[in-house]
């Protein structure tokens, strides 16, 4: 009886220090083993109670009293189905940890996607410029008076070049040193001198707006701005040398684009 819970104590040892790849194969193994190992027990128990029965009946008489001879053929055994309920524990305890460490490492890649998913959205935005001008109010009057500006100040430059000059305007209508409405800024003075010289000269009253004009108006309303914030703008090839030296000392240069250079407020 002893060689078998030496056998069973054995096995449970070896089987936890079986790789985790053999779980499952180790648990049809112990499986059969265990119910072989019930055979034997109950095989034992069998041959044991014969001789429990022969021992019951050899009795000690002393002094007249029966005194029944102990019997030592009666040992404990585990109960059944322990030692497979234990195995199957082990099993359960590290599918278990497996299972857990699979979601934490789900739980993770999730975490990671969703990071790089709102640093690319949040890149792309910074990349590409958004439209600021949605708050301005433009009536017919400022409609037809941005196209007019656009078309004396920019008529010869490409689509993009008469876009920026529109923008220049609604940035100063955002700007709180010039006037609020985009007619009041296209004719606003500054020390009594006009802010955009086709007001005075009559090219601004004489020109024929043209659709492209009118495609950029509507381009520099509801798309991208690409402005960069520009208050002002010049070209230097027509322009007074006196105003240029102006412009140059008191604003900060942006870039220049067709036959215009873009500033702004230092």
Known sequence: ???IQNLFRNAYFSIKSISKKLYRSC?????????FAMILLKDQNFHGAGKNQASAKNKIVQDGEEELQPDHSKELLPSEGSFAMACQSILDE???QVRDKIQVEISKREVTAVCASIETSSCELQKEPLNPYGEIVVTEEDYEALCRIVQAEAGGEDEHGK???AEVILN????????STVYDVIFERSGGSPQFS???DGRYFSVTIMP??????EQALHEK???????????????????MAWFDRNLKWLFQHGGHEFYTLP
């Open 94 to 96: 590290e599918q278990n």
């Open 163 to 165: 876009v920026l000059v």
């Open 225 to 243: 701005d690409f402005s960069e914030g520009a208050l002002f703008f010049s070209a230097r090839r027509k322009a007074n040398p006196y105003d």
């Open 1 to 3: 009886m002893l060689t």
């Open 198 to 200: 086709p007001t005075v």
């Open 27 to 35: 648990a049809i193994l112990v499986y059969g083993f265990t119910v």
């Open 172 to 179: 100063r209508v955002l700007c709180d040193k010039f006037a």
């Open 212 to 217: 492209e004009t009118i495609a950029a108006v």
